[in-house]
């Protein structure tokens, strides 16, 4: 009985390794999924970056093109109102 413990143990040591061959395992595997979370937090933040690019570039194009900044005497926050309206 204690003969088939120890074959058991053995064959279980050879197959999954030590103590810390599988604390190195659970450390490179926690790490890499830290890497791949901020990968995709990183890609996240750069779509919503573009996104405000896109955005700000639209307004400005908009307002080149429908308004004279100014000449009619309205503030860019009266600008920015017509061009929310203008989108819906």
Do not use: P
């Not at 058991?8 to 040591?13: A, G, L, N, V």
């Amino acid at each position: 009985m204690l003969h088939n413990l120890l074959a058991t143990m053995q064959k279980r040591f050879v197959s999954e390794g030590g103590i810390k061959e599988r604390m190195h395992q659970a450390r490179t595997g926690y790490r890499q999924q830290q890497d791949s979370r901020l990968a995709e937090l990183e890609r996240a933040g750069q779509a919503a970056i573009w996104t405000s690019v896109q955005s700000i570039l639209r307004f400005d194009i908009w307002c080149r093109t429908t308004c004279r900044m100014g000449s009619d005497g309205a503030d860019g926050a009266a600008i920015f109102r017509k061009f929310l309206c203008a989108r819906t």
